[in-house]
């Protein structure tokens, strides 16, 4: 008689516990949105978008004055006011979609008419309506930090943004904005894959012992030829 074997199922350990919500971030650079409201709210969110390069389309027949500031001095994207209420065509193309409103039926209406269209949509302070959120935020761009609690506590989400703020120094986003620019130089450096990975390390170190200094071109050279120097030493020692 043969025997039977019995195989228990492989044991599996997550490498993320569960998420609340998900933090992606959107390239918003050129692309359409679409705000409905003319309100404070509606207006920080407007300049939230044009700063992450966004062409903002604001639709409301009566903007407050902080909009029409941010129509004449937009902090990146265009913003556009459209001095009447939404209407569904409005909607067609945009990449994201945002609305201001006092009440749940005029927020239902603009959420169901934006997701017809395809379109994720946020209804500020009306969580039953929104497709994504907008956490804290930690501006060291192109270094970002984005902070949630899911809605439920967004004055201890500022708590932690004033961390966090604190431990980043400005200087990082020097750093960051210069690793952006030497990437293609280091891919055509020569160095391996796992030559490239130890520049990046070595890079980071840099940049967090001393975030103050402005980074330059000499430090790409010199970075660049310590991590072929480790490479060799690595290879000699095998």
């Given at each position: 008689m043969n025997a039977i074997t019995y195989c228990l199922p492989p044991t599996h350990t997550p490498r993320m516990a569960r998420l609340a919500r998900l933090p992606v971030f959107f390239a918003?650079?050129?692309?359409?949105?679409?705000?409905?409201?003319?309100?404070?709210?509606?207006?920080?969110?407007?300049?939230?978008?044009?700063?992450?390069?966004?062409?903002?389309?604001?639709?409301?027949?009566?903007?407050?004055?902080?909009?029409?500031?941010?129509?004449?001095?937009?902090?990146?994207?265009?913003?556009?006011?459209?001095r009447r209420e939404w209407a569904a065509p409005d909607l067609v193309g945009a990449t994201l979609a945002v609305g201001?409103?006092?009440d749940d039926v005029s927020a239902a209406d603009f959420a169901t008419v934006a997701r017809r269209a395809g379109v994720p949509v946020n209804v500020i302070d009306k969580p039953a309506h929104c497709d994504f959120s907008f956490g804290s935020i930690v501006n060291r761009s192109p270094l970002v930090v984005g902070i949630s609690t899911d809605g439920a506590a967004p004055v201890f989400a500022q708590a932690i943004r004033a961390r966090i703020e604190a431990l980043l120094p400005q200087g990082f986003s020097r750093w960051v904005a210069a690793a952006v620019q030497w990437r293609p130089a280091v891919k055509s450096s020569g160095l391996s894959f796992a030559g490239r990975r130890k520049f990046w390390q070595l890079f980071t170190a840099r940049a967090v012992a001393d975030p103050h200094?402005?980074?330059?071109?000499?430090?790409?050279?010199?970075l660049v030829a310590e991590a072929r120097s480790l490479g060799d030493v690595v290879e000699h020692a095998r």
């Amino acid at each position: 008689m043969n025997a039977i074997t019995y195989c228990l199922p492989p044991t599996h350990t997550p490498r993320m516990a569960r998420l609340a919500r998900l933090p992606v971030f959107f390239a918003l650079a050129d692309k359409r949105v679409v705000v409905a409201g003319g309100s404070a709210a509606a207006a920080w969110k407007a300049e939230l978008l044009s700063a992450a390069g966004a062409q903002v389309d604001v639709y409301s027949a009566a903007p407050c004055e902080e909009l029409a500031a941010l129509e004449r001095h937009p902090p990146g994207g265009e913003i556009r006011i459209v001095r009447r209420e939404w209407a569904a065509p409005d909607l067609v193309g945009a990449t994201l979609a945002v609305g201001a409103f006092d009440d749940d039926v005029s927020a239902a209406d603009f959420a169901t008419v934006a997701r017809r269209a395809g379109v994720p949509v946020n209804v500020i302070d009306k969580p039953a309506h929104c497709d994504f959120s907008f956490g804290s935020i930690v501006n060291r761009s192109p270094l970002v930090v984005g902070i949630s609690t899911d809605g439920a506590a967004p004055v201890f989400a500022q708590a932690i943004r004033a961390r966090i703020e604190a431990l980043l120094p400005q200087g990082f986003s020097r750093w960051v904005a210069a690793a952006v620019q030497w990437r293609p130089a280091v891919k055509s450096s020569g160095l391996s894959f796992a030559g490239r990975r130890k520049f990046w390390q070595l890079f980071t170190a840099r940049a967090v012992a001393d975030p103050h200094r402005e980074p330059s071109t000499a430090d790409v050279g010199a970075l660049v030829a310590e991590a072929r120097s480790l490479g060799d030493v690595v290879e000699h020692a095998r």
